[in-house]
């Protein structure tokens, strides 16, 4: 019984239902099986990952996991290029993932827009991992910080990378939705090479595309423009469904050689990189603010009379020669059919004026931006393992991370600048770094009957999280926008890219954070019955300060069919550098309007005013940002009756002082309070407070604050940051049972029953965090979720038929509690069949959701467009089919 093994020799194959399957996840020991564990440890063989329908490794884990959950991500920002999964209903960064056993790198992108329960979530990005690469999957679900360090608190998932030194595959598949779109196609290779007798290099490489699905259905205010005879209007105005995913290319290698008997080397490495585009909200030509929202203005002449007075609203006008005033109307009368098209006469005068100009001119019919990027992500790791004097067991490795993104935005203005405007932008990117040095030792002792293994070692982590300035137009504060003797507070557009404005040089920038840990994991056979199993950890964070967690494990078998087990752990989870220091801006849906939200650190500039708001005029004292920290058990039983076996566990997980992104507050009330205590200006609580434009122009011209600290901002009507604003308890139960049958003669039918119950109910929530967003936590997910899966094996023929169901849910529609879905259970159906043309070549032909079930439609669908529930577990496309040819070899 030993922890380490020459690298060329680790081969365990598939595993089997009637053989014991060696797992290296959750325990130290080397000859451990799932069976075994004293916590429980899923197996997901590369084979169940690869015949299925779809291509990305989330979507293939939501159907093989049942308390791991991931859903289309439309119009979503950044979290559209890199979904955010959770695991046990908690945030994507609690879940640790390991490639091969060793810790895998952040994501660089950060969940702005995740639903509730994925806000403010950095978690890493899985789909980079090509699907044929993977041996096995070992998903342990339990607390595991003591013997993994920080985000191990949902539980462990570990890729196993194949390691054959012969054979290999080739897969080709073309699949469509039910619908017609959504056309996707792959191609894959798998092949072992041996490195003479003593090693082996398996190389593994995807290429794959998808196209855009809609979903979606006209929007009511786009409808009503186009009855009103906007003939420009888009049909449907916005899209949702998936995004265009192209250029997708995963490559993996994966190398191992035996130095000597008794030492080995060992490395493997990753590149990935796509390109993603989807879609954003509507523009609406007659009330977008800062772009074509104007004044209340007479409706003959445009200039601005108030509405009290006979005024109606306008398209908004700017006057380019900047330094005169009154060369313009202050507005187009909106006096056409039920006022939302622009008056012709006015809209004339505009046109022909070269110092006049309103958007309606570029875009009449309103515009929906296209938002994307350009993602790369690569990784190397490499180190030494065996045995040290015939006794010790050691791994010492090193290991490199790098995870990028470029965004870009399209058909899109930065209003400020006018006729001038690109309609194409670089906003800038993100980029996440991560060094990872471990040494772990292990030694076997024999006490009596008793079998001790002792194990202890260290890990280095450092990480760099990176925002890279984008081009000059995303994020300039045009003349339009710009404060001058005529127009002191600018003239009402809106500054940036719209949708999705630049990072500025003020946002740009590195910071970093490292995090050093010690640990021990003694884990003991008493007796041929019991196994205990005890680990302590100690971790000290650049930022954060320090922590030691634990954990206390015990499996008893009551015989050689039943087994008892269960664990008592601590756990932990310190902010990321990206959490920590990020400066963004997005657009949201509130309150009928799309409005721009920002996020920032509490120490900015921004931060410092929003910081001191909060505390003068709440009880919630000055917020911080802090370490999360969680307390949780499992207890469960598992039985092994040859042809069946099944467990049965049920966790409980308390979790302190989330890390999370706060719910919005008033960015102008904010700008106020703090005008009037600077005695920059005097704000009149009981009245509008202005525009953040108009009042970041006061504050600068007071010289109260430097306005290069607060570009981008001049357009947010709120703030978000990150904070420590609620606890969670998480508990439910995981029932998984597998069997296998022998129905037909010759052919072997094998079974899987596998559910989840889990439940959230936050805590000791303050006031940054909005009831919608405690509903979101609580409820949706749903709280059962399972799947019934069958496969048989006859000859040449083999067959898959999957059930899956997942309970209802609750969304709050655009995030927006007074738009909510109570959404109905649904259950699908996957099915595939295969057969074996000559030796070594299947063809197969399939279906995901056989039976086309869509989610519970949208009561609100005319608000935004969206025809169905969009965070619907499974998706919203309904039913897709696929062909597939593979040859092994």
């Known amino acids: 019984m030993t922890a380490a093994t020459p690298a060329f020799a680790q081969d365990a194959g598939s595993p089997e239902v009637d053989a014991p399957a060696i797992i290296v996840t959750g325990t130290r020991q080397s000859d451990r099986s799932a069976a075994d564990t004293v916590a429980p440890v899923d197996i997901v063989s590369g084979a169940e990952l690869t015949n299925q329908a779809d291509n990305d490794i989330g979507n293939l884990l939501r159907v093989s996991v049942p308390s791991f959950n991931v859903n289309t991500q439309p119009i979503s920002d950044a979290a559209t ?82 390691d054959d030194a012969e054979g290999g595959s080739i897969s080709g598949k073309w699949g469509s939705t039910y619908e017609g779109d959504g056309d996707n196609y792959q191609i894959a290779a798998n092949i072992g090479l041996p490195m003479g007798d003593m090693g082996f290099l398996n190389l593994s490489a995807e290429y794959q595309e998808s196209d855009a699905t809609s979903r979606s ?17 888009a049909d449907p105005a916005q899209i949702w469904g998936q995004p265009n995913v192209n250029d997708d290319i995963k490559l993996f290698a994966n190398f191992g050689l035996d130095l000597s008997d008794n030492i080995s080397f060992y490395a493997f490495g990753n590149y990935a990189e796509r390109n993603v585009d ?74 022909a004026d070269a110092n006049c100009f309103s958007f309606v001119e570029l875009f009449p019919g309103g515009f929906t931006p296209r938002f994307g990027g350009d993602l790369q992500d690569y990784s190397f790791a490499a180190g030494l393992r065996g045995q040290l004097l015939d006794a010790i067991d050691f791994d010492l490795s090193y290991r490199y991370g790098k995870n990028e993104v470029d965004f870009f935005i399209r058909n899109t203005i930065n209003a400020s600048l006018g006729p001038n405007t690109p309609t194409e932008f670089n906003p800038g990117g993100y980029a996440q770094e991560e060094n990872v040095f471990n040494l772990d030792l292990g030694y076997e002792l024999q006490l009596g009957e008793a079998t001790v293994y002792i194990a202890a070692g260290g890990e280095y982590r450092d990480e760099k999280f990176t925002i890279t300035a984008g081009d000059p137009a995303s994020f300039a504060l045009g003349p339009l926008a710009t404060p001058s003797a005529v127009f002191p507070t600018g003239q009402g557009f809106s500054s940036s890219s719209n949708g999705f404005g630049g990072f500025g040089n003020n946002a740009a920038g590195s910071s970093k954070e490292d995090n050093k840990a010690a640990y021990l994991d003694i884990e003991a056979d008493l007796t041929q019955a019991l196994t205990v199993q005890a680990a ?43 959490q920590a220091n990020v400066i963004n801006v997005t657009t949201q849906f509130s309150n009928g309007q799309l409005q721009d939200e920002g996020t920032f650190p509490l120490f900015s500039p921004a931060g410092l005013i929003v910081s001191d708001f909060i505390e003068d005029t709440t009880n919630l004292g000055r917020p911080t940002l802090g370490p999360e920290e969680s307390d949780s058990f499992t207890l469960g039983i598992a039985g092994d009756f040859g042809d069946i076996t099944f467990t049965l566990d049920y966790f409980n997980i308390k979790l302190e002082d989330r890390i999370s992104r706060s719910s919005t507050i008033d960015f102008t009330a904010a700008l106020c309070y703090f005008g009037n205590r600077e005695g920059a200006f005097t704000c009149d609580f009981n009245k509008p407070f202005g525009t953040t434009s108009e009042l970041l122009a006061l504050l600068g011209t007071a010289g109260t604050i430097d306005r290069n600290d607060f570009t981008g901002f001049e357009d947010l009507t709120s703030f978000a940051f990150f904070n420590n604003a609620f606890d969670t308890r998480t508990q439910g139960l995981d029932f998984v049972a597998n069997g296998r049958f022998f129905l037909t003669e010759g052919g072997t039918t094998r079974a899987t029953l596998a559910i989840n119950y889990t439940k959230t109910d936050v805590k000791n929530a303050d006031q940054t965090i909005s009831d919608t967003r405690i509903r979101q936590l609580e409820e949706n997910l749903p709280n059962w979720k399972g799947f019934l899966n069958l496969t048989h094996e006859q000859g040449r023929f083999r067959g898959l038929l999957r059930a899956n169901y997942y309970g209802s849910f609750w969304e709050a529609h655009l995030d927006d509690g007074t738009l909510p879905i109570n959404a109905k ?63 092994q070899f």
């Not at 006209?218 to 009103?228: E, G």
């Not at 078998?557 to 269960?566: E, H, I, L, N, Q």
């Open 81 to 162: 290029l890199v979904r955010p999964a959770n695991l046990r209903g908690l945030s994507p960064d609690n879940t640790l993932v390991l490639v091969n056993g060793k810790r895998m790198h952040r994501a660089s992108v950060i969940a702005f827009l995740g639903g509730g329960i994925s806000d403010g979530s950095q978690g890493p990005d899985v789909s980079t991992i090509p699907s044929i690469a993977i041996k096995q999957l070992e998903v342990l679900r339990d607390g595991a910080s003591s013997q993994y360090g920080s985000d191990a608190i949902a539980g462990v998932l570990n890729f196993i990378i194949k």
């Open 217 to 233: 259905v006209q929007r009511d205010d786009a409808a009503a423009l186009i009855a009103a005879g906007n003939t420009a209007v």
């Open 278 to 351: 989807g879609g954003f909200f509507f523009r609406n030509p007659t009330n977008r603010g800062g772009v074509y929202a104007g004044p209340f203005v007479d409706p003959t002449t445009g200039q601005p009379l108030a509405e009290a007075d006979g005024g109606v609203a306008s398209v908004l006008v700017g006057d380019l020669s900047i330094d005169t005033a009154g060369d313009c109307p202050a507005g187009i009368p909106l006096t056409g059919t039920d006022g939302l098209i622009p008056d012709p006469t006015v809209l004339a005068s505009v046109t």
């Open 536 to 578: 302590v950890r100690h971790e000290d964070t650049k930022s954060f300060g320090s922590t030691t967690t634990w954990k206390l494990g015990a499996l008893y078998k009551v015989s050689d069919a039943f087994r008892v087990r269960g664990t008592y752990s601590t756990g932990f989870h310190a902010p990321t550098a990206g």
């Open 825 to 887: 259970s649904r259950v699908t159906f996957d099915a595939e069949l295969g057969y074996e043309v000559i030796d070594g070549l299947e063809i197969a032909a399939g279906a995901q959701n056989l039976f086309d079930t869509y989610p519970t439609r949208n009561p609100w669908a005319g608000v935004a467009g969206a025809e169905y529930a969009v965070t619907s577990p499974f998706g919203f496309n309904g039913g897709s089919y696929y062909l597939r040819a593979r040859f």
